[in-house]
């Protein structure tokens, strides 16, 4: 029987701006497909937290410093995820790359917001604020962000959604992020999860 929705859970690490752009378009009926049902941070502190808490979100945590290894830790995050009953991942700002144990136990079933177009400035290292410097520094004048499938290569699954912009003269690392979070993640992110959970519900 095709379902009414996906259940999704959210891995965060850090202020959670893409969580809330995810929980506003729900709430808003840019996501229907998919409901929030769970967030998981590997930062007790991370502000997302919140963001889910105040939308009546469950939440839990699971520190790398609490699990003797890094399969450990993996380990419990996927107990989580599957004693949640959780059909899709999204990876919104997880600063942690998943091993292929993980990624290839949820084929075509997580996907990872990036702040460039991929494949520039991707992989290994670049997270945050380091894709925006690295960005500058090589003087591109047009950048953005990516929603891809997880896969075990880091930031080389398949391409969902891409937003570019331009950068403006002046940008600094800071602004240039901002700029690329508000006019690329936050509109392509909620857009490609209602697009991969309608797939999946159908
Ligand atoms: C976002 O810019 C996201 O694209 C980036 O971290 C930021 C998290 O912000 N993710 C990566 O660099 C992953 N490689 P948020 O916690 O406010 O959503």
């Known amino acids: 029987m095709a379902k009414e929705f996906a259940?999704?859970?959210v891995l965060v690490s850090g202020g959670g701006t893409n969580l809330q752009a995810l929980i506003d378009a729900e709430k808003s009926g840019i996501i229907k497909s998919g409901k929030i049902s769970l967030v998981i941070s590997n930062k007790s502190d991370a502000y997302a937290l919140e963001r889910a808490k105040n939308a009546g979100i469950e939440t839990a945590?699971?520190?790398?410093?609490?699990?003797?290894?890094?399969?450990?830790?993996?380990?419990?995050?996927?107990?989580?995820?599957?004693?949640?009953?959780?059909d899709f991942i999204v990876?919104?700002?997880?600063?942690?790359?998943?091993?292929e144990r993980f990624t290839s136990k949820y084929p075509?079933?997580?996907i990872n917001v990036h702040p460039s177009l991929i494949p520039s400035f991707c992989g290994e290292g670049f997270y945050g604020l380091r894709v925006h410097e690295a960005a500058l520094s090589y003087g591109v004048k047009v950048t953005g962000a990516t929603v891809h499938f997880v896969n075990e290569i880091p930031d080389g699954g398949e391409i969902i959604m891409q937003k570019a912009v331009e950068i403006r003269e002046g940008d600094t690392p800071e602004t240039l992020q901002k700029y690329v979070m508000e006019n690329c993640e936050w509109i392509i992110l909620p857009r490609a999860l209602e697009k991969v959970c309608a797939d999946i519900i159908k």
């Open 108 to 110: 075509k079933k997580i």
């Open 91 to 99: 990876l919104a700002g997880f600063m942690v790359i998943l091993s």
């Open 61 to 86: 945590v699971v520190l790398k410093s609490d699990c003797g290894t890094k399969e450990e830790f993996e380990n419990r995050i996927m107990e989580l995820i599957d004693g949640h009953d959780i």
């Open 7 to 9: 259940k999704v859970a």
